[in-house]
């Protein structure tokens, strides 16, 4: 998508229509105290956008900008003259003509075109914000955020700036008006990942998951092909020239909406004061009335249709003797003196006027921002549990879990089907076995490169297509429903777990949690959902009963302000916690960077008996998609089943079951998703140490059969697939270079 649209009204909902005019009326109306000038509908809108249309958050916001601006240098200044012009043609920094699949415009940083001992920080810094600002007049821009590519190919140490560096992330995060969405640092040289691995305990939480470090020629995974240059790995052309000779265009433009930013914040300590005035007198209650803005009475205009014109940015301009950059390219293009991409013919590159045009579609429920709201409402939704749908998928809440329904007098209840009318489960082997239809690794990624990732994706879908195997009679009775934490998400009657019955109640056996097969080890994992606080009791009854030594957790308690488990363990080193006749008490915990193993000692009340078990969680599952890097998720698993395997050495003749030991517990938040992928990995991974096939296809299908809806999106499909190379890659099995590079085409759609 090219970043180029057509003249078109700003769409704004009903409400985020309301909510700017509140933004603005209470603005305003605080800096006409200050007589400083208003602040224009088009400038509200833009940090509304970057702040999800919460007003606080937007004022402020726009207070930290305001001062942004005005300490680092950022009004006032010339794109024309030195030394900025010269950071403007140095190429190091540049917007690209297309975006990402989600619609964000790319910046790219390159790191080998600068040198911090020769060039200030304040002309790097405007270099850029000039670029922004006219990338940020489009309105898809502010809709779907910004990526950040900081490209360290070819650099050295000596082109590392930290300050310079430190300044534009809090700019991009605290300061400018636009979401930064991810952050890709392409080919980082070994210096820098030790130094990152030192910086990020220190980093948020929220901005540790936005950075990946990818290879030049993985960034493709990443960001489609065709949206990249192709020294990253792309098939786009880039004329920076050309985009430059735009932003110029744009910014001559005196009624252009791309300057009111700027226009807004005026150089003055009346201004910053009105600006920190209205942060500190917003509150909601004190908004009597939003006025009729599109009055002239109002001062402001709501229709903003047409504002501005679009004008196309493909055409390159002569240079002259009044305008520096483009005398200084024209000279560089008959010289010869530019990079190649000056003398490339390129598509060109295009910006949007300030309103935009494109897709509209809304991104603005998919961020994760304001770390302190997360906790908060996580702390106030604790004792209720929400119910959502698409669970592991990350959806939107639901609502709070459905209520049985009142038995009325003489009405008993359907009943569910009894535990000896249904197959034998645990009579049968294990549905994993090496057959035929398995291929060895190179095939599999010689199957990769050709299916490609819309192949990867039909596979998955096919999959997703299939009815299920079983049914949930179970899950679905009244008297049950309650005890699951998503609505959509059942366990199969055939092959659930069967709690003992407590005082004679026949429905006291049901927890939604369902035995799968291992590789050729039956019932080798128990998958279940992230224990609710009603079913902490039951969670370790069904501990205790099935022998576990070994529980897997695979997501975090909770993930952008929903819960997603209940906190069923004692949480701190040297507490204990009491869940029915089940005690646990926490005895260590240690702390890695990708997971941590806590170990407890369960004692049961009734039996007088005590076990030790030990908790995994994973703790580097990002808030969307899957892993960047499946090295993580590997050296978790490895770890697991060291632990797994000494924890069955330790029973001894207490164990008479399979070599592999009791079942392991594995849950995430619904126990179909991460947890999916965890139990894929280990069951292919097993099957290629053992014979040296795998058949992930039929792997996910078998496995689905015993825990209903097991892998929930192609994305975590498409992981499987990419960790297995991982492994074999690092088990020099395969080489550490494979290109993948056309892996990711068009039609790739995550149907999700």
Avoid at 622 to 632: I, K
Wanted: negative net charge.
């Amino acid at each position: 998508m090219l970043l180029r649209e057509s003249n078109m009204a700003t769409v704004l909902s009903t409400d985020e229509e309301k909510i700017t005019r509140q933004f603005l009326e209470h603005l305003n109306r605080v800096r006409a105290q200050y007589n400083v000038p208003p602040v224009s509908w088009s400038t509200a809108v833009r940090f509304l956008m970057a702040r999800k249309f919460d007003v606080k958050r937007a004022l402020d916001l726009f207070r930290s900008h305001g001062e942004l601006r005005v300490r680092e240098g950022l009004l006032n200044f010339n794109p024309t003259e030195e030394p900025v012009s010269r950071e403007l043609l140095s190429e190091k920094f540049t917007v690209l003509p297309f975006r990402d699949a989600g619609g964000a415009a790319i910046a790219l940083f390159s790191a080998r075109y600068h040198a911090p001992h020769s060039t200030p920080t304040q002309a790097v810094l405007q270099a850029a914000v000039f670029q922004l600002d006219q990338a940020l007049s489009s309105y898809e821009t502010q809709r779907n955020g910004l990526t950040w590519i900081y490209n360290m190919t070819g650099s050295s140490f000596t082109n590392f700036d930290l300050t310079m560096s430190k300044k534009l992330l809090g700019m991009l995060r605290d300061g400018y008006p636009a979401r930064l969405k991810r952050i890709y640092v392409v080919t980082p040289p070994l210096w820098f990942k030790a130094m990152y691995k030192i910086l990020t305990p220190m980093l948020k939480e929220k901005m540790k998951e936005r950075v990946t470090l990818v290879s030049a020629e993985r960034l493709c995974r990443y960001l489609p092909a065709t949206s990249l240059p192709k020294d990253l790995g792309g098939t786009a052309e880039i004329n920076h020239l050309d985009w430059l000779n735009s932003c110029l265009d744009q910014n001559s433009d005196k009624n252009r909406n791309s300057r009111d930013l700027s226009d807004a914040l005026v150089d003055t300590p009346e201004a910053l004061e009105a600006n920190q005035k209205a942060v500190e007198l917003y509150a909601p209650e004190r908004i009597d009335r939003i006025p009729d803005l599109g009055s002239p009475s109002g001062g402001f205009k709501v229709d903003i249709s047409l504002r501005g014109s679009t004008e196309s940015l493909e055409s390159s301009h002569s240079g002259t003797q009044s305008d520096p950059i483009r005398g200084s390219i024209e000279d560089m293009k008959t010289n010869g003196s530019s990079s190649d991409s000056a003398n490339g013919t390129g598509n060109g590159q295009h910006i949007t006027d300030s309103l935009g045009n494109g897709s509209l579609k809304d991104h603005r429920f998919r961020d994760m921002d304001d770390e302190e709201k997360i906790l908060k409402d996580a702390k106030e939704k604790y004792e209720t549990e929400i119910v959502e749908k698409d669970a592991d998928g990350d959806g939107i809440p639901e609502g709070p879990p459905p209520k049985p329904p009142r038995p009325r007098p003489n009405d008993s209840p359907p009943p569910v089907p009894d535990r000896r009318d249904l197959p034998d489960f645990s009579a049968t082997e294990s549905v994993h076995q090496s057959t035929d239809s398995g291929m060895d690794i190179e095939a599999l990624v010689s199957y990769v490169l050709n299916m490609r990732q819309s192949g990867i994706y039909k596979e998955y879908a096919a999959i997703r297509a299939e009815p299920p195997a079983g049914t949930f009679y179970a899950s679905k009775h009244r008297l049950n429903v309650h005890k699951n934490r998503y609505a959509d998400v059942l366990c199969y009657d055939h092959s659930r777990v069967f709690l003992p019955i407590l005082n004679g109640d026949p429905y006291s056996d049901y927890l939604n949690a369902n035995y799968m097969d291992g590789y050729k080890q039956k019932n080798a994992f128990i998958a279940t959902q992230g224990a609710l606080p009603k079913t902490f009791s039951d969670f370790w009854l069904m501990i205790w009963e099935s022998q576990c030594r070994t529980i897997v957790m695979t997501t975090r308690t909770v993930e952008r302000g929903r819960l997603k488990c209940g906190q069923y363990w004692p949480l701190e080193e040297g507490t204990s916690g009491e869940y029915g006749k089940i005690s646990v008490a926490n005895l260590e915990i240690e702390t890695r960077r990708d997971y941590t193993i806590t170990v407890l000692t369960v004692h049961n009340s009734t039996t007088n008996e005590s076990r030790r078990i030990t908790h995994f969680q994973f703790t580097s599952w990002p808030d969307f998609g899957t892993p960047r890097s499946a090295l993580a998720m590997l050296e978790f698993r490895e770890e697991v089943r060291q632990y797994q395997s000494t924890s069955v050495k330790e029973m001894g003749d207490e164990w008479t079951g399979h070599p592999g030991g009791p079942p392991i517990v594995v849950h995430c938040s619904a126990g179909i998703g991460r947890t999916g992928t965890f139990c894929t990995l280990d069951i292919s991974l097993a099957r290629l140490e053992d014979v040296a096939t795998i058949d992930v296809c039929n792997t996910v299908r078998l496995m689905r059969a015993q825990r209903a809806y097991s892998i929930q999106t192609p994305d975590q499909y498409e992981f499987c697939y990419f960790a297995l190379v991982e492994y074999a890659q690092r088990s020099d099995k395969l080489p550490s270079s494979i290109d993948f590079s056309g892996y990711e085409d068009s039609e790739s759609d995550s149907d999700d």
